[in-house]
């Protein structure tokens, strides 16, 4: 009889393709991937239309389509609303989500569920606790103050400059003679300071300190932090390399006073402090930062303090090098894995949901660079592209051997990715199609043109189109008498888009109804539907442009079945446990890929409990030991009826 195990661990990291699982595993820099794999099963798994996170994140988490949880594009179109609102900073939140997730299911059984980093807030049941929340790529809910390098110099950024990254994330410093000091030490006869500050996100008061140069002109080599102009008095002194322990400061925030982590490391100081480069981690609360609050402060004090994955962005930058990058996200997989741990077997719980986004943002950077289908690859940056790619799936490795380490026989380990990616080689702006045929409206402005989209027929949001009705929409342009005759105008312009090369932009277009097809329904999916085809992107720098190579990887524009020969638009699914195959890879060509929507019920079924009451997927049987689903029909048995074929003579409408 097969065995039912009684807790489970899924681990969700953001975009990990099975492609470069499978390549980096087989090559030994992924040991804990391969090992997960003879232990358990594997696929690649088919995300949701559009291959979107918030869209296939809560298709994962609740096993129904976006057409049934509400989620079809980055948020959510409400009638009653203009058409332009979208509610996109709730596109995560359990605000906008209609179906049942897989850990309000489980309450309903008694059972409890630790949500980190995941979607699904604000808290919707007294059996869940939730730690941070994963509210958007490179945002983060709960940040007092954001990851900075303070630098006298650019650093130069080892792909392309990230001028907003630089920007927001980068305070330059100016190093003069030190004045006003106390007890400075007497062998250094030239030090230099430079102010710095910690600017809160919000709120006007920074945190001040005071940072000193020891040595002479020529011979600096360490770096002393302080608070006020007094050696005798400082935090820290660093020489380059090294962390500082972390400190705690108040910031005062919309007139509320809250408790923040700090600390620094010394990345780079030149003998003669030409080059000078000091990262600051991101500040997250001592506690606050979780649901019941006290939890996080419980785990701030048995872990220390909890950072997410901003530093990934800095490095992109060139703000911070490869060394740092790696130890900070080191620190953060570490307190992850001693925090998962530790909630399940406090509060004796069934289920645990991990969101980790390194990868994808990993890939959105360098992907193009690594893979000859990218629209601007270089060979030149391409073994440094492959070399970040790997180091980023090894520390995706490492996590998943945290957790391999809390597997016993009664527990399952899943990992998922909500899609991958694939490399970007042209922008192609569906725009100049729909303004033609008078679908758009466009305003002429000093440089180029810009869409007054309250006075369009339509609205365009990711791969939906939305007629911009009266009768549905605040303001809308659009009477219900013309509602088809939009429509048709708008798949004629899709369906006609290509290229000067003369491939066609756009792979489908569909009515919304038409869409079921895919998974999308209802009236907050768009009244036409559509995907472009592999390699293309949204035209984002012009309306009248034609294609324009594109570089980078994406996921949301193209078709979920977009892939080359390195990279895939496919999520992925391995799972281990009692009762699981070992060694089994999923047969795509005669079964087909998983599906997100069938992981839901999987994993209930594993845990013996009911699934969530909206789940559309299906039980992945073939991954169970015992179920033999490799062999497919091989005999051809004659008819012992004989087949008469015959010519229909007339109107076949007379034959029925």
Request: charged content about 25%; hydrophobic content about 40%.
């Amino acid at each position: 009889m097969f065995k039912l195990g009684k807790k489970i661990y899924v681990i969700g990291l953001d975009a990990a393709s099975p492609k470069l699982v499978k390549m980096f595993a087989k090559k030994g820099s992924c040991q804990n991937f391969r090992k997960l794999m003879k232990m358990g099963g594997f696929s690649k798994a088919l995300p949701a239309v559009p291959a979107q996170t918030p869209e296939n994140w809560t298709t994962i988490a609740t096993g129904a389509w976006p057409g049934t949880h509400g989620i079809a594009v980055w948020g959510r179109h409400d009638p009653g609303e203009t058409i332009t609102e979208k509610h996109g900073d709730e596109a995560m939140s359990s605000n906008l989500c209609k179906a049942e997730y897989f850990w309000e299911a489980a309450a309903r059984q008694g059972r409890k569920t630790v949500l980190f980093n995941f979607i699904g807030y604000p808290p919707t049941s007294k059996k869940v606790i939730h730690v941070d929340w994963f509210f958007m790529p490179g945002a983060y809910y709960f940040e007092i103050a954001r990851a900075v390098s303070y630098a006298n110099f650019m650093p130069e950024p080892p792909f392309d400059p990230s001028p907003g990254v630089v920007k927001k994330s980068m305070s330059h410093v100016e190093f003069e003679r030190a004045k006003g000091w106390r007890n400075l030490p007497k062998g250094d006869p030239e030090p230099l300071e430079a102010r710095i500050e910690v600017a809160p996100n919000t709120g006007d008061e920074s945190i001040t300190y005071y940072v000193l140069l020891l040595g002479r002109s020529g011979k600096y080599r360490t770096c002393a932090i302080s608070r006020i102009k007094d050696y005798s008095k400082i935090l820290i002194e660093l020489k380059p390399g090294q962390w500082s322990p972390w400190f705690k400061e108040v910031f005062t925030i919309d007139d509320q006073r809250r408790e923040g982590t700090i600390r620094f490391k010394l990345v780079e100081l030149s003998p003669d402090a030409a080059r000078f480069r000091l990262y600051r981690s991101q500040v997250y609360p001592t506690s606050g930062f979780s649901h019941p609050p006290e939890v996080s402060g419980e785990l701030v004090q048995k872990f220390g303090p909890y950072v997410n994955e901003a530093v990934t962005y800095l490095y992109f930058a060139g703000l911070v090098d490869e060394r740092t990058w790696i130890e900070e996200l080191e620190y953060q997989i570490n307190w992850i894995i001693n925090a998962a741990g530790y909630l399940m077997n406090k509060y004796n719980a069934t289920v645990f949901f991990l969101h980790w986004h390194l990868l994808d943002a990993l890939q959105h950077k360098v992907l193009g660079y690594a893979d000859p289908s990218g629209g601007k690859y270089d060979p030149s940056l391409a073994k440094r592209a492959w070399r970040t790619l790997e180091l980023g799936y090894k520390l995706a490795d490492e996590l998943i051997g945290g957790f391999m380490k809390l597997l016993d026989n009664e527990t399952y380990l899943v990992v998922v990715s909500d899609h991958g990616n694939a490399p970007n080689r042209k922008k192609f702006s569906i725009l100049r199609a729909l303004a033609e045929r008078g679908l758009v409206h466009i305003v002429k402005k000093e440089r180029g043109f810009q869409v007054d989209w309250t006075k369009s027929k339509v609205f365009v949001d990711l791969t939906n189109v939305y007629v911009n009705l009266r009768s549905r929409y605040k303001g809308g342009v659009v009477d219900d008498s013309e509602y088809e005759e939009v429509r048709k105008q708008v798949i004629d312009a899709l369906r006609s888009c290509k290229d000067e090369e003369g491939e066609y932009a756009v792979a489908f277009a569909l009515k919304r109804e038409d869409a079921a097809m895919i998974g999308l329904w209802g009236e907050h999916v768009g009244d036409v539907v559509f995907a472009y085809s592999p390699g293309f992107t949204w035209g984002v720098d012009g309306i009248w442009e034609g294609s324009q190579k594109a570089g980078g990887a994406n996921h949301g524009p193209q078709i979920p079945t977009a892939e080359t020969h390195y990279s895939s638009n496919y999520a992925i699914f391995i799972i281990a446990g009692p009762g699981i195959k070992k060694g089994y890879e999923r047969n795509v060509d005669f079964l087909g890929p998983v599906l997100l929507v069938d992981i839901a019920p999987t994993m209930a079924y594993l845990l013996g409990i009911l699934p969530p009451r909206h789940t559309q997927g299906r039980i992945l049987y073939d991954f169970l030991e015992g179920w033999d689903a490799s062999e497919m029909k091989r005999r051809r048995v004659p008819l012992k009826i004989p087949i008469v074929r015959r010519k229909l003579k007339g109107d076949v409408t007379d034959q029925m």
